[in-house]
């Protein structure tokens, strides 16, 4: 039997996801739980449905097909724990104020879509990179994935927590050219508050890496409030030194992208923190960049 995996988008021409032109396959399923994350849609592995109120006529179609929608003194509600993603109130809803997370595909036919766009990649070294939530969740399937895809020619990133098993990357690493790791934050305690995991794994998991010779391109989210530190940066600046096999450090600027999709999947947001301007970018750029030999990118 094929492997199949849930997808929850595919995006094209993207130019932040690893060298020139990309596209980036998003897979459901994540073991972390980032306070800040800006696709909380992915962190579940299961389809969900997504209702945008702004959207809505009130009609009540959907509740004429599915128990899990009421309107209760005009008021939409719904049961989204109950969900089980069959689409059924998707159809039928005339105002589109309702769709569904999660696709089940064969890594095959992703690797048919990804394929139409070939020339681009050709012109500007790029591929096709695999994201999530934490592609390594859905294994299998992103073992295969990328499998597939180094078959068809095709250049292959993979964006990674850095916090699945490290049997994962020594069985992937073949099939993968360079991995895009997150640093989420300093210090075992802190990352466990805002990921929800220790960083003990993720510490393994780099030095494998690193043992192993693959490339690494190191994604730092930076989210005032939370893990903005000079400590935070000293420690970017150490790892950098340690791991030769760092290619350069991206920043990635905090952003409330993740506060409306999180409403829309009935989930609760709770991170308080301000966007930052571009000279505050800046400031953080140098300052990163006095920490070690680093190559800093505004991704």
């Given at each position: ?38 696709n ?64 089940e ?63 994962h ?7 993968v ?8 934050a ?24 690193h ?12 989210i ?6 000079l ?8 790892m950098v030194e ?14 409330n992208?993740?506060a409306?999709k ?33 190559k800093?990118?505004?991704?």
């Amino acid at each position: 039997m094929k492997t199949t995996g849930i997808v929850f988008d595919i995006q094209k021409f993207c130019i932040n996801d690893g060298p020139g032109v990309r596209t980036t396959v998003f897979l459901k399923g994540c073991q972390m739980r980032c306070l800040w994350c800006h696709n909380p849609e992915s962190m579940s592995q299961r389809k969900q449905l997504s209702f945008n109120a702004d959207k809505c006529l009130n009609c009540q179609a959907c509740a004429q097909v599915c128990a899990h929608h009421r309107f209760v003194d005009g008021i939409h509600q719904i049961d989204f724990a109950a969900c089980d993603g069959c689409g059924k109130c998707v159809e039928v809803c005339p105002a589109q104020a309702l769709k569904i997370y999660g696709e089940e595909v064969t890594a095959e036919q992703i690797v048919q879509e990804v394929l139409k766009d070939k020339i681009y990649f050709a012109k500007t070294g790029g591929g096709i990179t695999l994201s999530g939530g934490e592609a390594l969740h859905q294994f299998t399937f992103a073992l295969e994935l990328a499998h597939l895809s180094k078959q068809a020619g095709l250049h292959v990133c993979l964006e990674t927590n850095g916090a699945s098993k490290s049997a994962h990357y020594q069985q992937i690493a073949p099939f993968v050219d360079c991995f895009l790791v997150d640093y989420k934050a300093t210090g075992d305690k802190l990352h466990k508050t805002l990921t929800g995991l220790s960083r003990r794994l993720v510490d393994e998991n780099m030095a494998l890496l690193h043992q192993l010779g693959c490339p690494v391109i190191l994604r730092c989210p930076l989210i005032p409030g939370y893990n903005l530190s000079l400590e935070h940066f000293q420690a970017i600046g150490e790892m950098v030194e340690r791991f030769d096999n760092i290619l350069h450090v991206e920043i990635l600027p905090y952003h409330n992208f993740g506060a409306r999709k999180a409403r829309e999947i009935g989930e609760i947001y709770t991170v308080d923190s301000e966007m930052p301007d571009e000279a505050t970018i800046q400031l953080w750029i140098t300052a990163l960049s006095r920490n070690g030999k680093i190559k800093v990118v505004h991704a």
